[in-house]
């Protein structure tokens, strides 16, 4: 069974029937048994919605402990709200066959590689003192056309209100 810890607590997460069955009811639809691992992508991509979804998951638990859906919310911040997003992936998986687990598990193992090798591309670039020059200087020309555009701006307002000279 899959879990996760938030604080001193752990919490237990398990998909079954009647969990999917509550989650559709009360996510608009949204169906953790797809055999088609649509539900991957949203859980994956939208961490809030990943935590209402933990939460009906582990709601019963919660109130056992007296802790309100809001106290919830705010634990699953930084590691452990990485955490507790690996342990519903994982219960999701568990609710699968063994043939369509092992497929699953390589599939969240191939998206985790690709997703660290796009973080490590990120911070090399991050890093690399010619981004950071290229960086700097399309924001200086930035605040300069920014500048030039205001200063154009207000020339032709005191122009338009500049009145006309006389005949005499």
Same mark, same amino acid.
């Given at each position: 069974?899959?879990?996760?810890r938030?604080?001193? @607590?752990?919490?237990?997460v398990?998909?079954?029937?009647? $969990?999917?069955r509550? +989650? !559709? @009811?009360?996510?608009?639809g949204?169906?953790?048994g797809? !055999? ?5 992508? !949203?859980? =994956? ?5 990943a935590a209402? +979804? &933990?939460?009906? &998951?582990?709601? $019963? ?6 802790? =309100? ?6 634990? *699953? $911040?930084? #590691?452990?709200?990485?955490?507790a997003? +690996?342990a &519903? *992936? #994982? ?11 092992t497929?699953l @598990? %390589? ?8 997703q660290?090798?796009?973080?490590? %591309?990120a911070?090399? @670039? ?8 290229a +960086?700097?200087?399309?924001?200086? #020309?930035?605040? #300069? ?5 205001? *200063? ?17």
């Amino acid at each position: 069974m899959a879990t996760f810890r938030t604080g001193e @607590r752990e919490w237990l997460v398990s998909v079954d029937g009647p $969990k999917i069955r509550e +989650v !559709r @009811r009360e996510c608009g639809g949204f169906d953790l048994g797809a !055999r088609d691992a649509s539900q991957f992508g !949203r859980l =994956t991509e939208e961490p809030l919605f990943a935590a209402e +979804v &933990l939460w009906i &998951l582990c709601r $019963k638990q919660a109130a056992e402990h007296g802790v =309100t859906q809001e106290q919830f919310d705010a634990a *699953l $911040k930084g #590691d452990e709200g990485e955490a507790a997003g +690996v342990a &519903l *992936l #994982d219960a999701v998986i568990d609710f699968f066959p063994s043939s369509q687990r092992t497929l699953l @598990r %390589k599939l969240m193992k191939q998206q985790q590689e690709i997703q660290q090798a796009a973080t490590e %591309k990120a911070e090399a @670039r991050l890093l690399d003192p010619t981004t950071m020059e290229a +960086v700097k200087a399309a924001t200086l #020309d930035s605040l #300069d056309a920014a500048i030039d555009q205001a *200063l154009a701006n207000m020339t032709r307002r005191v122009n338009a209100t500049d009145s006309p000279a006389s005949a005499e």
